[in-house]
């Protein structure tokens, strides 16, 4: 709170007329030196816990950004060592696209303060506002972002609060949308330092409910995984252009967040064209079971560099489909080849070069094939594979030219099958389970549940199960579905018998002896 400098009526800090007598509100703090060095200059904003203004160092002439706890919390013990937990957190973090904080200290009325880099730049909020930002954008962002707290991670703190509002982005070196990540006030130490005492306490909420995790809206002790979710939710509003849970009422967003599916992004917004591999990324960061989501920023870094290696614009993929089929085949070998060699490079740029160069060689070694007359012996003929027969054969010198109108159309595939298509490789591939079974769902509510391969599905379900309880009724699926490629994970849960009484490996079957030698011999008379 302040007073009217007219009539002493008490306005607050973002008043900009008195309410009593109408004369302009005047920030006293503007015009003062807090610190000895700093002369406040203009206020900027005033958030849940403080004023921001914009300062200059009264001895280097350089602008930044001084925050100063609200006045009517100066006195409470526990704002106030919020407060010092940011500046602590703070002196931890040193990375590009997070604010620096360089100075923390005491004003005259005893007031806090922190001093940190003056950011001339916008909020994610005002860009987001804009409509949907493209795609290409969007990712660049989330990159930063996710880099940004997997240092803050690494070092020991947790956001918990991270927003657009708290995202600014700004302009450096030539380079425009660069992120800073603000406001690390109700940041979690999970390292206090020496003699401190740790703040968080189960039981009680932080955040903002739009961008809440589920283990935050239930007041459980969070990690990481948290920021990883508001990331998730921030970069579902950035592609789409809202949020997935939008409500007048912050009880009931909580609420969904606790319990509701995200919608998919085509529903939300027919308008806006997001590759299956890209909204799988972005749903996983958003599971309401931790245990589910991504393990680390760095996960879910990987996760977006792989959607969009299976997005390539159209032009590119083009100049691939229209290369010989030996020159793509070689090529393909030879890209292969490299990624074992090399690793799985994380540039993109790097993964194009190596694509390139491999399709270099690919038809160089065509053209020097082709160029040789080759020798086929009429046993090695015979032997060919079909597929070489039709690849290799031509046509005799009699046979009639077809034409341009002869030849048939090329086959077109729509949106809705590459989609159908990407999601059936997501479900039968890989062993991220919740991953599969999101796409299975997905396949089953666009009624292509017979693209779902059930049995390796099923497989998967039963190695990663907890239980025997759980083991029984997977062993069971298995029985009814009949396959006998079954028979290997169920022969696995007996593990290696050495003798009568020595067993390696295997699983707890205490609970299900009968029904699991009853799959295993119903699928081995199928086999």
């Not at 503007?30 to 160092?57: N, P, Q, T």
């Not at 030539?174 to 003699?195: M, N, Q, R, W, Y």
Request: aromatic letters at 4%; glycine letters at 8%.
């Amino acid at each position: 709170m302040a007073s009217c400098t007219a009539c002493s009526w008490q306005v607050d800090l973002e008043d900009t007329f008195c309410a009593r007598c109408g004369a302009p509100v005047i920030d006293p703090l503007i015009g003062i030196v807090v610190g000895e060095r700093y002369r406040i200059v203009s206020r900027l904003g005033v958030g849940g816990m403080g004023a921001v203004y914009r300062a200059e160092h009264t001895m280097m002439r350089r602008d930044l950004a001084i925050k100063v706890l609200l006045p009517e919390l100066s006195g409470r013990d526990e704002f106030a060592r919020r407060f010092e937990r940011e500046a602590e957190s703070a002196s931890r973090l040193g990375h590009p696209n997070i604010i620096t904080v360089t100075d923390f200290g005491r004003m005259p009325d005893g007031s806090l303060f922190l001093a940190m880099e003056y950011l001339g730049g916008v909020s994610l909020t005002s860009v987001i506002s804009e409509g949907p930002v493209p795609r290409p954008r969007a990712l660049g962002i989330i990159r930063q972002i996710l880099r940004a707290l997997d240092h803050a991670h690494a070092a020991g703190v947790i956001h918990r609060d991270l927003k657009p509002d708290n995202i600014m982005l700004v302009e450096r070196d030539g380079h425009h949308d660069v992120v800073k990540i603000l406001d690390f006030g109700i940041a979690k130490v999970t390292e206090p330092l020496s003699g401190q005492q740790a703040l968080t306490q189960a039981g009680v909420i932080f955040g903002t409910p739009e961008y809440l995790s589920p283990e935050q809206a239930l007041g459980e002790v969070v990690d990481g995984r948290a920021d990883l979710y508001a990331a998730g939710v921030i970069l579902y509003e950035m592609l789409v252009g809202r949020r997935p849970f939008e409500s007048d009422d912050k009880v009931k967003i909580i609420s969904m967040h606790l319990s509701h599916a995200p919608p998919r992004m085509r529903d939300v917004n027919p308008t806006v064209d997001v590759p299956p591999a890209l909204e799988q990324a972005v749903l996983q960061a958003m599971e309401k079971h931790r245990e589910h989501r991504f393990a680390t920023a760095t996960a879910f870094l990987q996760a977006l560099e792989d959607a969009e290696l299976g997005s390539e614009p159209v032009a590119e993929q083009d100049a691939w489909a229209t290369a010989p089929h030996d020159a793509r085949t070689t090529a393909a070998n030879a890209a292969a080849w490299l990624a074992r060699t090399t690793g799985r490079l994380g540039d993109r740029r790097w993964r194009r070069a190596w694509t390139a160069m491999a399709l270099v060689v690919g038809v160089a070694v065509t053209v020097a094939v082709f160029r040789k007359p080759r020798r086929f012996s009429a046993a090695t003929h015979a032997a060919a594979p079909a597929s070489v027969h039709a690849t290799t054969a031509r046509p005799p010198a009699s046979a009639p030219s077809l034409g341009p109108e002869a030849m048939p159309p090329p086959l077109s595939r729509t949106a809705a099958e590459e989609e159908v298509d990407q999601l059936a490789r997501t479900a039968n591939e890989g062993s991220d389970l919740p991953r599969r079974l999101r796409a299975a769902a997905k396949l089953e509510e666009m009624g292509n549940r017979d693209r779902i391969d059930q049995v390796s599905l099923t497989i998967l379900e039963l190695k990663q199960a907890r239980t025997c309880e759980q083991r029984k009724s997977y062993v069971e699926k298995l029985r009814a579905m009949g396959d006998p490629r079954a028979l290997p994970a169920l022969r696995g849960l007996h593990g290696l018998r050495l003798g009568r009484l020595v067993r390696v490996g295997g699983a707890n079957t205490g609970c299900m002896k009968k029904e699991l030698a009853a799959a295993i011999k119903t699928l081995e008379s199928k086999s």
